[in-house]
C-alpha cells in the first residue's frame, strides 16, 4: 500500500516537474489543483488531477514524512515541518508541510541538482572576495525565494574547489549536495542529524571546522554561539530574513536585551566581514533577474555599527561611497539593470530601498526633456505650458521734422539795468 501511495506520488511529480521550464515551488493547497509557481506566477498544469481534498494532501504528506516520527512530533505540536525529498534521478526537493483550514497542505520547493558557480549566477567579481575572509561572520539577507540559499551554495563550491578545509553546514534541510572536492564536507539536516541549531552549532565548534555554514539563525541564543564562532577563527556563514545591511544590524540588535546592545554592537563591529543583500526582480524580457547590496567591513563601517548611526555616519551612504572596492547599494544595482534595458523604470522603483534617490537617479538617466513628457502622458498630470514664439518687434517710429535754425537777435542791455547791477558793486 505505502510502495503504491509513494509510486503514485512520484508520478505526479514527475509530470507536474515536465510541465513548465523553470518551477521553483510545487503546491498542493485542498479546494485547488496542484500547481506549480513559475517565474513568480502560479500555473495549474493540465494532468488531468482532480480538485484536492485535504484526504489526498494528507496522503501525499505521509508519503514525503516517510514515517520520522521527530518530523511527525513537530507536524503535530507546532502546526508545521521542514523535510526534504528526492524523486529519483530527477531532483530534489525542500518541503514544508503545515496545517490550514484543519487540513494539511504542502509546499515543496525545488532544487538545484547541479552546484552552482559564482560566474554561472552572473554575481559580481566583489562576491570573491567573501571566501578570502579566514574568520568572522558573512550574512546573506533576502527575503524567502530570493535565492539566497543558492548564492551560498555557490560560495562555498568556491570554497570547495580553492581550499583544503573542512565545512561543516547545519541545514534545514540540506539543499545542495556538495561534493568531496579539495575541501571536505560534513553536511548535518535538522530533524535527522541535529535536532536545534544552538545545540548543532555548539557540536560544530568540537568538529574542527575552518569553515560553518549555518542555514538560518532564528534566536538570540544560536546568534550568541555564532558571534563566538567568528572571535574564535572560523568563518560562519548565515542568512536572515531582511532586506538591507542596516535592517540586518538592527535585527541582530533585535535579538538581545537594551543592556546587553553596547556590548553586542562592539563585538558585532569585530567580527562582522561582509552582508550581502538580494533581490530577484522581474525582467522585461521574462524570467527574474538578480540584484545585490554588498558591504563590507571598513573603519567607518566599524564605527557606524559601534556608535549607531546618526546624519553624517549612515551605512547606505557609506555603501555607495565604497564602490571603487566592488561596494554598491540595491539602488546603484538597479540603476545599472535599468540602462543595460534589464529592467523596466517602474520595476526600479518598485524594488528599491531609497525611493527619493532613486527617482532622482532615473531622471538623471532619462534626461529631463523625456521624464517631462513621460511625467505629463500620464493621467491626471498638469498640462505643460504652451511655449508660443515671440513676434518680431515693430518698426521704428519716422522721425520728426526739425524746424530750420533762426538768426539770432543781437539786443543791448536796459540803461537802467545796467546802472542797477554797478550801483550794487559800489
Known amino acids: 500500500m505505502e510502495t503504491t501511495a509513494r ?47 485535504g484526504a489526498h494532501v494528507e496522503a501525499y504528506a505521509r508519503v514525503v514524512l516517510g514515517g520520522n516520527a521527530k518530523l511527525q512530533s513537530d507536524l503535530a505540536a507546532t502546526g ?38 559564482l560566474d554561472a549566477l552572473g554575481l559580481p567579481p566583489a562576491f570573491k572576495n567573501l571566501i578570502k575572509e579566514k574568520n568572522g561572520l558573512v550574512f546573506v539577507t533576502g527575503g524567502t525565494g530570493n535565492g539566497k540559499t543558492t548564492t551560498l551554495a555557490a560560495l562555498l563550491n568556491e570554497i570547495n574547489q580553492t581550499s583544503k578545509v573542512h565545512v561543516v553546514t547545519l541545514e534545514d534541510p540540506v539543499e545542495f549536495l556538495h561534493p568531496q572536492l579539495k575541501s571536505t564536507f560534513s553536511q548535518r539536516e535538522m530533524g535527522r542529524d541535529f535536532f536545534s541549531f544552538p545545540d548543532g552549532l555548539r557540536s560544530a565548534l568540537r568538529q574542527a571546522p575552518k569553515v560553518i555554514f549555518v542555514g538560518e539563525i532564528r534566536d538570540r541564543e544560536t546568534m550568541e554561539i555564532a558571534l563566538t564562532a567568528g572571535e574564535t577563527g572560523h568563518l560562519v556563514f548565515s542568512t536572515l530574513h531582511t532586506i538591507s545591511a542596516d535592517q540586518t544590524i538592527h535585527r541582530i540588535l533585535g535579538l538581545f536585551s537594551k543592556d546587553e546592545e553596547q556590548l553586542v554592537r562592539e563585538r558585532l563591529a569585530g567580527s562582522l566581514r561582509y552582508i550581502v543583500g538580494q533581490r530577484l526582480v522581474p525582467k522585461k524580457s521574462g524570467g527574474r533577474h538578480l540584484v545585490t547590496e554588498l558591504m563590507g567591513t571598513s573603519l567607518r563601517i566599524r564605527e ?105 537777435i543781437k539786443t543791448e542791455p536796459h540803461p537802467g539795468l545796467l546802472k542797477g547791477i554797478l550801483n550794487g558793486f559800489i
Not at 479546494?31 to 494532468?47: M, T
Not at 515541518?81 to 483550514?101: G, M
Open 7 to 53: 509510486n503514485e506520488f512520484n508520478r505526479l511529480l514527475q509530470a507536474m516537474v515536465d510541465s513548465y521550464g523553470e518551477i521553483s515551488d510545487l503546491l498542493f493547497v485542498p479546494g485547488k489543483l496542484p500547481q506549480v509557481e513559475v517565474h513568480g506566477a502560479l500555473e495549474s498544469p493540465a494532468l488531468g488531477e482532480p480538485i484536492l481534498t
Open 80 to 117: 508545521a515541518c521542514d523535510c526534504s525529498y528526492a524523486l529519483a534521478e530527477t531532483c530534489r526537493f525542500r518541503v514544508n508541510i503545515y496545517k490550514q483550514n484543519g487540513h494539511h497542505a504542502m509546499v515543496m520547493r525545488r532544487l538545484a541538482t547541479q552546484v552552482p558557480s
Open 304 to 408: 557606524a555599527i559601534e556608535l549607531g548611526e546618526n546624519e553624517n555616519r549612515r551605512l547606505h551612504d557609506i555603501i555607495e561611497a565604497g564602490s571603487p572596492g566592488g561596494w554598491h547599494s540595491f539602488e546603484q544595482s538597479l540603476l545599472k539593470a535599468y540602462e543595460e534595458g534589464i529592467i523596466t523604470e517602474d520595476t526600479a522603483m518598485q524594488y528599491c530601498i531609497n525611493k527619493p534617490t532613486m527617482r532622482q537617479r532615473l531622471d538623471i538617466a532619462n534626461g529631463h526633456v523625456h521624464t517631462l513628457a513621460q511625467r505629463t502622458s500620464k493621467p491626471g498630470a498638469m498640462t505643460p505650458m504652451m511655449v508660443v514664439e515671440a513676434a518680431p518687434p515693430p518698426p521704428p517710429p519716422p522721425p520728426l521734422p526739425v524746424a530750420p535754425l533762426q538768426p539770432a
